[in-house]
């Protein structure tokens, strides 16, 4: 095992800072998916979640290179929030609205996920995700708000409460009944029962 | 059962949020207690699901940041 896998985030960015650049991409290839996928479901958008996931990184490479990186903070929930707040601005900016979806329910994340060759070549894993996929767009917007900060962004029921301005014990029900309409959801659908 | 134990508590468990002994205990509940157990394995395989949608951004984009990480450390140093 290559030793930088094994290092800490805080270790990475240490040695980016000390010279050696292949740290920073260790770091970024760790945190990619995370972060990327917590655009994705913000924007709705692969192209512009591409721009903000780029812009993201390259915010935190120049607040690391300034020396305000402080660790205590934690890489990937930084991160996470880094993006969270590109996102916003991204929708403000545009007029986004937060999810797409038509007077069907259906999503255009149904379309997205055409690049992955594996799941091309299992059609059910394909439906399946697609479900998944519609199914969390389906749910209100405070509820997916949740899921995906603590789901997909790593924050903290804690940090999320901060970051929303709502109570924890509020945060945490709502990812509870988040779940609990995904899994009604599943079981409604008979597609998704294959 | 301790009255706190709620699927909500059950969450902070799956998303490791709970203290060290809070976990034990609830280990040793969850092996004693069928229907909790159930509720637990309901809400695992739901979270479970929602791995499947993680994304990878596209490959020239993580090239792009990776090259302004270099250009940004050769301006520094």
């Known amino acids: 095992m290559n030793q930088k896998e094994v290092l800490g985030d805080g270790d990475l960015i240490q040695q980016y800072l000390n010279g050696n650049e292949a740290a920073f991409e260790t ?24 721009d903000i996931f780029q812009e993201s990184f390259i915010k935190a490479i120049r607040f690391i290179q300034a020396g305000k990186y402080s660790h205590e903070n934690k890489f990937g929930p930084w991160m996470s929030r880094i993006a969270k707040n590109k996102a916003i601005d991204a929708i403000r900016s545009r007029k986004l609205r937060p999810t ?76 509870h009944y988040a779940l609990a309409n995904l899994k009604k959801m599943m079981d409604k659908n008979i597609m998704y029962s294959k | 059962m301790d009255p706190k134990i709620t699927k909500e508590y059950l969450l902070l468990f799956i998303y490791n949020e709970l203290k060290i002994d809070e976990v034990k205990a609830l280990k040793n509940e969850l092996m004693c207690n069928i229907n909790l157990r159930m509720q637990y394995d309901e809400l695992v395989k739901t979270v479970k699901d929602l791995d499947l949608l993680w994304e990878s951004p596209h490959p020239t984009t993580l090239k792009i940041i990776d090259e302004k990480a270099h250009d940004g450390f050769s301006q520094m140093v």
């Open chain 1, 100 to 175: 797409v979806t038509d007077g069907e329910g259906t999503s255009i994340f149904d379309f997205i996920g055409y690049e992955d060759a594996k799941a091309e070549k299992d059609m059910i894993h394909s439906e399946k995700v697609n479900y998944v996929r519609s199914f969390v767009h389906k749910l209100p917007e405070k509820q997916k708000e949740v899921l995906i900060l603590r789901h997909y962004a790593d924050l903290s029921f804690k940090e999320i409460a901060a970051m929303t301005g709502a109570n924890i014990n509020t945060c945490i029900g709502r990812m």
């Open chain 1, 27 to 50: 770091l970024m290839k760790r945190h990619k998916n995370r972060v990327f996928t917590t655009i994705f479901f913000m924007v709705n958008d692969r192209y512009l979640a591409e």
